[in-house]
């Protein structure tokens, strides 16, 4: 069979014998460079069209993982919530950090597609004469082909990263998974006392509420509640490594924030009378915003509902809340 009869036999066969003649006719009259280069046109087409599938697929893989990651980030934690521990708010952070580096992915992601497609609709215009000139240029290789190359080094690249991103995910939610399951059972446990029976509690309560806090986290407790001769300081407390702290505490049965006449008064008496190391004004509201610059200024601790919260109803200690180098773990 000569060339002519074996492209003739894989020819179409129209109903029209006009157009069967018409193509018979310009099959006949190609020449091998014409065919050669339909031929590598057709298979550079495909390899295109390949690429696009795989990039695609990578692209709508992170789409889905970035909106997995953008739900998990919307569930913000509230102190109000009897079942909310920090390990709820660590969760919410892991999920922001995962959508924050699959934002960055899914744009190099999308851009490559981009790219791909652009190459593909480049490669589709290109006409028979042009063609056949595109392949005299490069015999060897086409510049569109290479670039083609270069978006499947990106996609590679990007699997590896991604894989990795996920994975360092799934680590962090483990070990989350671990502390969740203690900080419930500290929950359960007659140790937590949660923001609703604080805010149930007594100016004296409270302040024994503290002092107990201090002595379960490991330290020496001097004094359990101010009276007449407190000297503005209602808990004194001393840590394993011997530093003093000095607790004021305020109490509130309404929402309003404690104002900075609080943190200057503690500030005036807390090197001069008592020695304090640390100085820290507790309460199960909030601070002023003059009361909070204030505490910068002068070094004193202002511990709201948020921190209280961390260390009476979860159980952590308060070194570790403050940061300190004898901090412990979870209270027991």
């Not at 240029?137 to 086409?142: A, D, L």
């Not at 290479?146 to 994975?167: F, M």
Request: hydrophobic letters at 40%.
């Amino acid at each position: 069979m000569t060339r002519a009869d074996a492209l003739r036999a894989a020819a179409p066969v129209y109903q029209d014998e006009l157009l069967n003649e018409m193509l018979e006719h310009r099959i006949a009259a190609a020449d091998v460079e014409s065919l050669h280069a339909t031929l590598r046109w057709d298979a550079e087409d495909r390899l295109l069209e390949s690429t696009l599938l795989v990039l695609r697929a990578h692209r709508d893989g992170i789409a889905r993982e970035h909106d997995h990651a953008l739900r998990r980030a919307e569930h913000e934690p509230s102190i109000d919530d009897p079942e909310c521990t920090r390990t709820t708010g660590c969760c919410v952070l892991a999920a922001i950090r995962l959508r924050r580096l699959l934002t960055q992915e899914l744009g190099w992601a999308r851009e490559d597609v981009a790219a791909a497609e652009h190459l593909q609709q480049k490669l589709r215009l290109v006409h028979r004469a042009k063609r056949v000139e595109r392949y005299r240029q490069h015999p060897r290789s086409t510049p569109d082909l290479d670039a083609a190359a270069k978006l499947l080094r990106h996609h590679a690249e990007s699997v590896d990263r991604v894989g990795a991103i996920l994975a360092d995910d799934r680590e962090r939610l483990h070990a989350l998974a671990f502390e969740e399951q203690q900080a419930q059972g500290f929950l359960a446990s007659p140790a937590s006392t949660s923001l609703w029976q604080i805010h149930e509690m007594s100016h004296r309560q409270f302040e024994r509420l503290v002092a107990d806090l201090a002595a379960r986290d490991g330290l020496k407790v001097e004094r359990r509640h101010g009276g007449p001769h407190d000297g503005g300081v209602d808990v004194l407390a001393t840590t394993p490594g011997g530093r003093r702290l000095i607790f004021q505490c305020k109490h509130t049965t309404r929402a309003k924030p404690v104002g900075v006449a609080a943190v200057r008064e503690l500030n005036g008496i807390a090197g001069p009378v008592h020695d304090a190391d640390i100085a820290i004004v507790i309460t199960n509201s909030t601070f002023s915003k003059p009361a909070e610059q204030f505490a910068r200024q002068q070094d004193i601790i202002l511990l709201s509902r948020w921190l209280l919260v961390r260390w009476a109803t979860w159980g952590e200690s308060l070194l570790d809340i403050l940061e300190l180098e004898e901090a412990g773990g979870l209270a027991a």
